[in-house]
């Protein structure tokens, strides 16, 4: 998948970001460790997050006990 996905960049945009921790017991059906995803609050820009500098924000944790 990440040999044929399009790269964007998006200076100063604000929205959300929802990261994920896969572990690596998981890694062949989802991407092991941290991995974003984001959407912009016009909802007109997003996607997979490959870097990102943030200047502000609020951080939620929430562990998963399942996955599904
Ligand atoms: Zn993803």
Redesign the pocket.
Known sequence: MTRSQSEFEKPFVSGTLVG?FIPDIFGTIA?PHF?W?FISDEKDFGG?VLDFDLIHGKAEWRTMETFE
Do not use: S
């Open positions: 994920f991407v991995h995803h997979h």
